[in-house]
T-cell receptor, first 113, second 114 residues
């Protein structure tokens, strides 16, 4: 079955620690995205990538980093510089251009210890 | 950047009744795509319906239909014969035909009353 997987489902971060959230897709989509969702709020774009080895900052990129070494994978690192990382993180992908639909993974819940 | 506005933070509907969720957007483009997504308590985002701006005909998917008013930049979602499983957060989204970035509204929380 084609789809987007995110792991882990829950992640705990200690003070000063970097953590990495995984996102993998087998839909052969070119573009991939990371969103942050806080309680009662909509989706805010952190980073997106339209092609391998290229990515652009979204609205709230500070304290986060990404890489895109493979078409299928777009991991997100939450660095120690992100002072308020507790949130729900959603990964998504879509076909380049043509107004394609954005498909989402199941999400990762990040909590700070 | 385009903006998407959902002016109803919460809505409720009786089971088997009809409810309409509102969405407006701001854009200077003529070619774009609009979406409604559903986020149930599991938090998995699910596509409900998609509309191409160049099509005058309103999209429908079973009990879900849209009222797309391009001149008014309005894109409302109508849910007919509401079911308990329709209870969720609903997000309206915009995508330009020229780019890959999506813009989301802040969502409407729908409660279905048995």
């Amino acid at each position: 079955d084609g789809g987007i997987t995110q792991s882990p489902k829950y992640l705990f971060r200690k003070e000063g620690q970097n953590v990495t959230l995984s996102c993998e897709q087998n839909l052969n989509h070119d573009a991939m995205y990371w969103y942050r969702q806080d309680p009662g709020q909509g989706l805010r774009l952190i980073y997106y990538s339209q092609i391998v080895n290229d990515f652009q900052k979204g609205d709230i990129a500070e304290g986060y980093s990404v890489s895109r070494e493979k078409k299928e994978s777009f991991p997100l690192t939450v660095t120690s510089a992100q002072k308020n990382p507790t949130a729900f993180y959603l990964c998504a992908s879509t076909i380049q251009g043509t107004g394609g639909t954005q498909y989402f993974g199941p999400g990762t819940r990040l909590l700070v210890l | 950047a385009q903006t998407v506005t959902q002016s109803q933070p919460e809505m409720s509907v009786q089971e088997a009744e009809t409810v309409t969720l509102s969405c407006t957007y701001d854009t200077s483009e003529s070619d774009y795509y609009l979406f409604w997504y559903k986020q149930p308590p599991s938090r998995q985002m699910i596509l409900v319906i998609r509309q191409e701006a160049y099509k005058q005909q309103n999209a429908t998917e079973n009990r879900f239909s849209v009222n797309f008013q391009k001149a008014a930049k309005s894109f409302s979602l109508k849910i007919s014969d509401s079911q308990l499983g329709d209870a969720a957060m609903y997000f309206c989204a915009y995508r330009s035909a020229r780019g890959n970035q999506f813009y989301f509204g802040t969502g409407t929380s729908l409660t279905v009353i048995p």
